[in-house]
């Protein structure tokens, strides 16, 4: 679904569907450390097209990983930014907190390379927001003004795929963007609902970039 909604909604032909194996696939790759983690990523992003003419990363002097950057250009400078953190902070391996989201930022990548596209795509994976959104301060931190004035919005992705519907967090998200989330949801028969989150959660790396651009937070 989140597929459907980058591409559907926001100015790309049809996304190529990514074979229904693929994402576990690539979600096996779980590493309990983050420098792990880390070289997963990368090794995922160029297994799905993402060279080094895309590929890219931001060090950060407060974090011993950087952010991992793959960049889909458009035909047009809007940019829409599509993130996720990698961290995990234990005890346990962070599977769905939040490798469920940061693996599939390159199957994103994938399905939307290929097809025309209006938008600039910049996948990104934060790296240490559980040690206090690090990896998106930093990002939004640096960003030149002509880059900042680019952004549309920002589509975050923080602990999915778990039984039940995907919930976007209510609170924090743009009503355009609920409701075109809602809508693709309708087309390709997904079930979506929201969610009132009420202290901060590991999402609040989207929340923190919704503070400054129009934000979709899909959370459970």
């Known amino acids: ?32 450390k983050n420098d792990e983690r880390a070289q997963q990523l990368r090794r995922l992003f160029l297994e799905a097209g993402c060279d080094d003419r895309s590929y890219s990363e931001d060090k950060i002097l407060s974090s011993p990983q950087p952010n ?10 809007r940019i829409v930014v599509v993130s996720g953190h990698f961290d995990n902070c234990g005890p346990g391996e962070g599977a769905v907190d ?10 994103l990548y994938q399905s939307l390379q290929g097809s025309p596209h209006r938008l600039t795509f910049e996948f990104i994976a934060f790296t240490d927001e559980e040690k206090g959104l690090i990896g ?5 931190g640096h960003l030149s003004k002509e880059h900042r004035a680019q952004i549309l919005f920002n589509v975050n ?6 039984p039940g519907p995907i919930r976007a967090w209510a609170g924090r998200s743009d009503d355009f963007l609920m409701t075109s989330a809602a809508i693709v949801a309708d087309r390709v028969k997904v079930r979506i609902g929201s969610s009132t989150l009420d202290k901060r959660y590991d999402s609040d790396a989207g929340a923190f970039i919704a503070g400054k651009y129009r934000s979709l937070i899909l959370a459970r």
């Open 1 to 32: 679904m989140v597929i459907c909604f980058a591409g559907l909604a926001f100015g790309a032909d049809e996304p190529r569907i990514v074979g229904p194996e693929i994402i576990p696939s690539r979600f096996s790759g779980l590493r309990p």
């Open 98 to 107: 939040n490798w469920s989201g940061a693996s599939l930022l390159p199957s």
């Open 136 to 140: 998106s301060r930093d990002y939004t």
């Open 68 to 77: 991992l950057l793959c960049v889909l250009p458009g035909s047009s400078g």
């Open 157 to 162: 992705i923080d602990s999915i795929g778990l």
